[in-house]
């Protein structure tokens, strides 16, 4: 009788067990599946892709050994994106990593179960996803790309001294670029810059208001910004006509015809969500693990665009992005 009832115990225990961890959204599957949903293919948002991969390896989980991965790309496309969300859904992912604002949202209307990780969500909170950065409380978590917008504005103001105002250009439907643009404006204030704001629906929109905004000011910021960094070299090409220098909040688009910037490095962001989402898979909650915010972002420079444009480069940026950041030449 003793060994029945303690068979019924050790039952009881390990069904507890079970219940516990699937109602935080995960299964202990030995091999999981984690799904990934990115709003389009772009350098930047690849290599938060590249680097989540990396991240789950550095917690044991590796592609077609003991994890499969199952990868979404909407390609830009709203509807597709819904789509691609609720398939990821259905089909009962482990858990589900989102690549931008807009992939993060479409997976949280489709589930309140499973658990998201977020990766290039700005202010997670102010889009909604979270009830607070630092104490999310439901099934999603992650990482932030929010731009480091002090240094980046310190960073134009050493570039252009005398500039007399500075335009900024952003998305207004994009979570990111609004959240990020009123910061802007909030140091523009603090740092005595005059900055000039300039919104766009869609990338049809970009090639007319940046002519406007380049003519009209000394240079241009572009906050993080998914659609701009999709027609990117539309902005370069209205840039150099009027030999205006664009300063933008991600490396790649430095690379694309930028002249500077603080970066997140958009790789590590996806290493530090794939490490999220590994610790998840092996049953942490993420009601419980707060927002991981950037603080300091990587010095980048065009060099090239730089002469280009006849600007003058503070010596101790070009050195630092030469010894700790990135340098096109």
Not at 4 to 27: D, Q, W
Not at 130 to 136: C, E, G
């Amino acid at each position: 009788m003793k060994r029945m009832y303690t068979l019924i115990t050790v039952l009881f225990v390990f069904l507890g067990v079970a219940f516990f961890r699937e109602n935080n959204g995960v299964s202990q599957s030995k091999h999981p599946t984690v799904g990934i949903l990115q709003l389009m293919h772009h350098p930047s948002l690849d290599q938060i892709h590249h680097g989540f991969i990396a991240g789950l390896a550095d917690e044991g989980f590796h592609e077609g050994k003991n994890l499969t991965i199952d990868y979404q790309n909407a390609q830009g496309d709203q509807s597709t994106l819904k789509t691609m969300a609720n398939k990821l859904v259905n089909e009962h992912d482990n858990a589900i990593f989102a690549i931008t604002t807009p992939a993060a949202q479409s997976v949280a209307n489709s589930t309140t179960k499973i658990p998201i990780i977020l990766g290039a969500v700005t202010n997670p909170q102010g889009a909604g996803l979270v009830k607070n950065n630092h104490h999310p409380g439901g099934n999603i978590t992650g990482v932030s790309d929010q731009a480091p917008v002090a240094q980046q504005l310190a960073l134009v103001k050493e570039f252009l001294p005398h500039a007399k105002s500075i335009g900024i250009i952003y998305t207004s439907s994009d979570n990111s670029a609004s959240t990020e643009h009123a910061l802007f404006v909030k140091e523009a204030k603090r740092q005595h810059v005059n900055l000039k704001s300039y919104t766009i629906a869609n990338s049809n929109d970009l090639n007319q208001v940046s002519q406007t905004a380049l003519n009209n000011n000394d240079a241009l910021i572009v906050p993080t910004d998914n659609t701009i960094a999709g027609a990117m070299q539309t902005l370069v090409k209205n840039a150099n006509a009027v030999n205006k220098p664009i300063f933008p909040a991600v490396a790649q688009m430095v690379k694309q015809g930028g002249v500077a910037t603080y970066s997140i490095n958009q790789y590590d962001l996806g290493v530090r969500g794939g490490r999220m989402t590994g610790k998840i898979l092996k049953g942490e909650n993420p009601a419980k693990m707060p927002i991981d915010f950037s603080r300091h972002g990587e010095p980048v420079l065009n060099l090239k665009q730089a002469h280009k444009l006849g600007l003058t480069v503070p010596k101790h940026f070009e050195h630092e992005a030469e010894t700790k950041g990135q340098v096109f030449k």
